[in-house]
């Protein structure tokens, strides 16, 4: 049979900002964010000022910040004032890595979740990312097989990623069994308790405690230098001050489970309808927890990435 040779894939299609393509080519820090969590995780008007405030709390802290998104069938890795308006109120798509190729190959716009994020940045050379909380295995996963992509994706992307822990709204601990299978590195900033996303500790214990962003870097370069494919969650608890009442996490918790059920709610709504809940419900407590953890995610990502471009 004679030898066919297979067109090799052209890099992919992705557009990055002149500020991001810049910095990436001076080897600046730069930090990649979501826009899921702006999309869908918050409610307007309050994802567009989030947007801005996460942004500036990246410059603050001397790194360029890189949101992503699928607009117009291109993913972009870093965005405009007009590109993240049309994020926080285009009501957009919620795309994982799965539907990228679908958005792109039928010119459509969407919101990228962290997996997706993730595999968007990585493509660019961005290495760290800032979310609020990853998505990983539901609770009556065993039933409903509902175990986030988000789980795959650092399995198999090379990004950090600085998070509060997973949402409290999933079952922590088989999440933190998958990314152990999956050899995804867990370390706890400042804590040895990983957090819980609305509160400062799941009730389970993080295998790494680091307590700066020069260790954060140094880990991250031998995690890489050693051959690790797999990305790395960097878990850092809300701020003390924007916890979320314990008894009211419970009880809001409960009520969005009982929701889905009442609604029918599966698949990728799942996690929307859960925040939703939260926010709508909470008297605007856990919309504040939220952003702030958020704000400080995207501080220590960007003081981490300023520590590995040094
Ligand atoms: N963290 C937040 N708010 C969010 C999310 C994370 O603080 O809205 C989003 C992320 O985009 C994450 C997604 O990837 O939820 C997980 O969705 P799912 O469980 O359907 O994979
Ligand atoms: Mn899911």
Redesign the pocket.
């Given at each position: 049979m004679p030898h066919v040779s297979v067109p090799v894939s052209p890099p992919a299609p992705l557009v990055l900002s002149d500020e991001v393509a810049a910095a990436l080519a001076d080897g600046r820090a730069v930090v990649a964010l979501?826009s899921?969590?702006l999309a869908?995780?918050l409610p307007a008007p309050q994802n567009r000022a989030a947007a801005d405030d996460l942004e500036a709390a990246v410059r603050a802290h001397g790194a360029v910040p890189a949101t992503v998104a699928v607009l117009d069938g291109v993913p972009r890795v870093g965005l405009t004032a007009a590109e993240l308006d049309r994020v926080c109120d285009g009501d957009l798509v919620k795309l994982?890595v799965r539907d990228l190729g679908v958005a792109v190959g039928l010119g459509r716009d969407g919101a990228t979740?962290?997996?997706a994020t993730a595999a968007l940045a990585h493509a660019a050379g961005v290495a760290l990312f800032a979310?609020?909380?990853?998505?990983g295995v539901h609770r009556g996963a065993r039933e409903t097989w509902d175990v986030?992509?988000?789980l795959a994706a650092l399995a198999g992307t090379g990004v950090f990623v600085v998070c509060s822990g997973v949402?409290s709204i999933l079952d922590v601990p088989a999440t933190l069994e998958v990314l152990e299978t999956e050899s995804v590195p867990v370390l706890g900033y400042g804590t040895d308790a990983f957090p819980g996303f609305y509160r400062r500790d799941s009730g389970h214990p993080v295998p790494w405690r680091i307590d700066s962003p020069a260790e954060a870097a140094a880990v991250w370069r031998a995690h890489r230098a050693l051959g690790n494919a797999a990305g790395a969650v960097l878990a850092q608890p809300v701020p003390e001050a924007d916890e979320l009442d314990a008894g009211l996490h419970d009880r809001l918790l409960a009520e969005g489970m009982a929701l889905l059920a009442e609604r029918g709610i599966v698949g990728?709504d799942?996690?929307?309808a859960l925040?939703e809940h939260f926010h709508s419900s909470s008297g605007g407590a856990s919309l504040r927890t939220?952003l702030a953890l958020?704000r400080a995610n995207a501080e220590l990502a960007a003081q981490v990435a300023v520590a590995l471009a040094a």
């Open positions: 979501e899921t969590i869908h995780g994982s979740t962290v997996a979310t609020g909380g990853l998505g986030s992509a988000d949402k990728k799942v996690t929307p925040l939220n958020v």
